[in-house]
T-cell receptor, first 111, second 115 residues
Framework: TQLLEQSPQFLSIQEGENLTVYCNSS?????LQWYRQEPGEGPVLLVT?????EVKKLKRLTFQFGDARKDSSLHITAAQPGDTGLYLC???????????FGSGTRLLVRP | KAGVTQTPRYLIKTRGQQVTLSCSPI?????VSWYQQTPGQGLQFLFE???????NKGNFPGRFSGRQFSNSRSEMNVSTLELGDSALYLC??????????????FGPGTRLTVL
């Protein structure tokens, strides 16, 4: 059983569409991170959210941390083919020296 | 500044063999974490090393082990390989412990195939 569940698992959309990816848990995390991984490469950090209710924007990407710090969402506006990749959320639990990763959402943006 | 490097990039082994994977962190980074990535289980934490000491370990059998050298380079070893050990093994480094205040940088991974 994954501690962090992501949905959907797969998403195939047309260029220009909007989408939201969810990361949910029954546990509280001190912070949540979002990564994007492309084929043949390791994950690359996109953003870290640490405060319940926090919203961060990175160009067309909007990240939100739930008020109770148990869930997070990633919203992409007007998706581009360059957004294609595996999106991973990862949570940190107090001073544990490790990150717990979600199951991942594989996104394909068709031109 | 060079990124995290992992060697080899690809490896094919047979059941019962053992394997050693290597990771060179970003210069100045003292924390190295290892992860196993498979399609079914996703990215799972193996262990984290800091200043040659293992500080945390994931839920993997004792066949998985690691070490860190004084120059922060790290190796992980898997003994008595099983088919289920086929995976992408990722190494990540950070200045201190991986956390919301210390960004973790991942290497490209070593793709291990066990036949």
């Amino acid at each position: 059983t994954q501690l962090l569940e992501q949905s959907p698992q797969f998403l195939s959309i047309q260029e220009g569409e909007n989408l939201t990816v969810y990361c949910n848990s029954s546990s509280v995390f001190s912070s949540l991170q979002w990564y994007r991984q492309e084929p043949g490469e390791g994950p690359v950090l996109l953003v870290t959210v640490v405060t319940g209710g926090e919203v961060k924007k990175l160009k067309r990407l909007t990240f939100q941390f739930g008020d109770a710090r148990k869930d997070s969402s990633l919203h992409i506006t007007a998706a581009q083919p360059g957004d294609t990749g595996l999106y991973l959320c990862a949570g940190e639990r107090d001073s544990s020296y490790k990150l717990i990763f979600g199951s991942g959402t594989r996104l394909l943006v068709r031109p | 500044k060079a990124g995290v490097t992992q060697t080899p990039r690809y490896l094919i082994k047979t059941r019962g063999q053992q394997v050693t994977l290597s990771c060179s962190p970003i210069s100045g980074h003292r924390s190295v974490s290892w992860y196993q990535q498979t399609p079914g289980q996703g990215l799972q934490f193996l262990f984290e090393y800091f200043s040659e000491t293992q500080r945390n370990k994931g839920n993997f059998p004792g066949r998985f082990s690691g070490r860190q050298f004084s120059n922060s380079r790290s190796e992980m070893n898997v003994s008595t390989l099983e088919l289920g050990d086929s995976a992408l093994y990722l190494c990540a480094s950070s200045l201190e412990a991986p956390s919301s205040y210390n960004e973790q940088f991942f290497g490209p991974g070593t793709r291990l195939t066990v036949l």
